[in-house]
């Protein structure tokens, strides 16, 4: 008997697949659809066993969805643009373009033999002309709905890149990657309005059954709507001609603790006084250098500059000191803040600092008044007792008492009630070259005029030079200066390239037509859209699956996407981490050495036998090299053995742990059904008599693969396949009915190993393929279990086991249980004290 060779037979298979266009995705209006799609990749150059675990969880759902008589659409693209090939082009003196080409030939090359059933014909990489050609379309299209906009905004500006860097790309003050001090610069911007439909987004997302509640939660909380009060405190002297300084807040209930109002670094006020204050401008500048984003504010340092301005207390009359915080920013609300000591931690370690009073607005019922060093903020569901409050509140929850407070404010004409929402319209402009340019020019006759559709793509130069800081567009008169589309005359291109969130923001519309010479073809996205699966990581929970909701309202409204397509994708599943063990040793002077997997057996170095040091499982890392290699395992091992191990070892919402052992014996369990398989082929034919106790396991299996695919436990599909190798194997069972257990075994393990699937299906005589073999069904008579399995113990030990009827009444369970080989052994003849049956559990003998 030969053994099991996954070297030879998985290209061999591939290689069938591919000759008969399996898994071409086809328009069928007479077979229901389904569109499976992961999320796609950054072409990094290397493939990494989270790909494998991802796209094994689409691969397994897509090969069952096509055996039960569904249309598949199962794509793959490259998410292509971005920093990562520019920071490439200039450290090694590569085109972006080049290096980003080569990355996609080597990953694919990577990819293809772990035998997934991808429709390569749809590939397209985001860089391609042909994608953002029309993504530029898309943008002119959305620019003429009033989608986009134009306008001036504060970013962070690399001074020595020469670009703007989103918050998180903000370290201590610098770039991260030129480690430049980085400026707060006002410049104009494109925008998407994507703030017009946070309402929408936000209430859609109670529709979204089949996401997450993570996932809706954290969008919830992006999107961040909230019920306050915008109220104007009167400057006690109005400076450089502003009367008020109007304050937005969500706990307007807490103004009697009011004991400061603090304004941006950037309002308007802080810019008119620092030019006659040189101090303030200083602090100002340092302010602007500060990370912006919600963490870098919290963590900081709080610090302040006392303007000498004071305010009027709207409700109470008292004068407020006003001062300049770093904490506060103009992109939230009104870019000024009433402080609140007694009920903010942030106010009161700002107020402890500068020796500002501390006010209590409310305290529980029963307790002190005394404000210590933690600030009181209980929930707003909690009743609390109200301090002087001016509108006459005393005990009430905090809820309750917002809404009254700003009911009286809009009484007394002091302040308006707002909703207001934390989203803010999306910035799409980069400085950079390396993505998608905005197909518009700036023409000193016509102002800004978008390209005509006609002369898309606006392609990116190739002959484009790194050698100096910042975007080599705006140094590229050939590319740069054009032709105004308006009135012919001499005009500049936008220089500005898209944030690539806008690629993946529809990416998954433009695989169902992606050779179209339009965005899409409308009876394609009417039959395929929506994505039926997404799966991805929870890394992308809020940006990517928000930009793409939009993107999909956006297309809804430019006739790119059906309105069924309002929302993009029916179910999403956000997969678990790959983990491995950390090897590390030490160099002489006491830093930390890491060393692959395989630079490691039992415990010490291969080369040197140096005893390494084992730090547990954490998210693999290129950094601290224990990453497996996928193309090593499947060279190894085969890439069933890979496909199998990701899917069995644990739920796949969950981090699953890779280690050589449990990759060995998922080989070693392939390896045994192969033989199973060719032990049943060496039997022959055989007769057709039926063994019902198999044929009860089979059909249980087939329920609970079943059930464990379409439940995304693809680990209990894989548990019930071990349990039924289990039973093949102990069978005493016909020929015939061995043979057609396991080539149902093998229709069962073709979403998982499909190249096993596919030997066994042939060795045992299946037809064509097993990938175009109709999944087989569960006979609900098969499944009604008759008899039950009862352990008898002795004396509290077990001994044996019967089977009986189900319904078998106790004194005949009794009598057979007293009647089994093991229980009159060990009674020696002695009558039982005592027998216990529990119906359906279990029977104990007590002597």
Known sequence: MSRYDPATTEPKWQEAWDKAGTFLARRDPAKPKYYV????????????????????????????????????????????????????????????????????????????????SLDWTREFATCDPEYYGQQQALFIDMLKAGLIT????????????????????????????????????????????????????????????????????MQSNWIGKSRGLEIDFPLTAPTAGIDTIPCYSTRPDTMHGASFVAISFDHPLAKALEAGNPEMAAFNAECRRMGTTEEALETAEKRGFDTGLTVRHPAEGRELPVWIGNFVLMDYGTGAVFGCPAHDQRD?????????????????????????????????????????????????????????????????????????????????????????????????????????????????PHDVSFDRPGNPLDRHPTWRDCACPACGKPARRETDTMDTFVDSSWYFARFTAPRATTPTVGEEVDYWMNVDQYIGGIEHAILHLLYSRFFARAMQITGHLPKTAIEPFNALFTQGMVTHEIYMTRDEKGRAVYHLPEEVEDGKLKTTGEAVTIVPSAKMSKSKKNVVDPVNIVESFGADTARWFVMSDSP??????????????????????????????????????QDEALMKAMHRTIAEVRDGIEGFAFNKAVAALYAFANAVQRTDASAGAKRQAMRTM??????????????????????????????????????????????????????????????????????????????????????????????????????
């Open 37 to 116: 799609l992961e999320m796609f990749p950054y072409p990094s150059g290397r493939i990494h066993m989270g790909h494998v675990r991802n796209y094994t969880m689409g691969d397994v759902v897509a090969r069952y969805k096509r055996s039960c008589g569904f249309s598949v659409l199962h794509p793959m693209g490259w998410d292509a643009f971005g920093m990562p090939a520019e920071n490439a082009a200039m450290e090694k003196g590569a085109n972006p373009r080049d290096w980003t080409y080569q990355n996609i030939a080597d990953m694919k090359q990577q990819m293809k033999p772990l035998g997934f």
């Open 150 to 217: 134009r306008k001036n905004a504060v970013v962070n500006w690399d001074p020595v890149d020469m670009t703007v860097l989103a918050n998180e790309q903000v370290i201590d003050g610098k770039g991260w990657r030129s480690g430049a001090v980085v400026e707060r610069k006002e410049l104009t911007q494109w925008f998407f309005r994507i703030s017009d439909f946070a309402d929408e987004l936000l209430e859609a997302l109670d529709g979204l059954k089949d996401w997450p509640e993570k996932v809706r939660l």
């Open 348 to 460: 009161l370690d700002f107020a402890r600092k500068y020796d500002l009073p501390v006010r209590n607005a409310f305290h529980m019922p029963g307790s002190s008044e005394e404000v210590g060093t933690e600030a009181l903020v209980p929930p707003k569901t909690e009743p609390v007792v109200y301090v002087d409050h001016f509108a006459g509140i005393t005990e009430a929850t905090s809820q309750e008492a917002i809404d009254r407070t700003i009911d009286w404010f809009e009484e007394k004409g002091l302040g308006r009630g707002q909703t207001r929402f934390r989203l803010r319209d999306w910035g799409l402009s980069r400085q950079r070259y390396w993505g998608c340019p905005i197909p518009v020019v700036h023409c000193d006759t016509c102002g800004v005029v978008p390209e005509k559709k006609e002369n898309l793509p606006v392609e990116l």
């Open 652 to 689: 796949p919402e969950r981090d699953v742990e890779w280690t050589a052992s449990g990759a060995e014996a998922a080989f070693k369990h392939l390896g045994r059904v192969w033989r199973l398989a060719a032990e049943v082929d060496a039997r022959g034919p055989g007769d057709a008599t």
């Open 746 to 847: 093998a229709q069962l393990m073709s979403p998982m190993t499909p190249h096993l699937a596919e030997e066994i299906w042939h060795m045992l005589g299946g037809v064509g393929l097993v990938a175009d073999a109709p999944w087989p069904k569960a006979d609900p008579a098969m499944l009604v279990e008759d008899s039950v399995t009862l352990p008898i113990q002795f004396n509290g030990k077990r001994r044996s086991e019967i089977t009986v009827p189900k319904d078998l009444p106790r004194e005949e369970v009794e009598k057979r249980a007293l009647a089994d080989d093991a229980v009159v052994r060990a009674l020696e003849g002695r009558a039982p004290k005592k027998v216990i049956v529990v119906p359906g559990r279990i029977v104990n003998v007590v002597a």
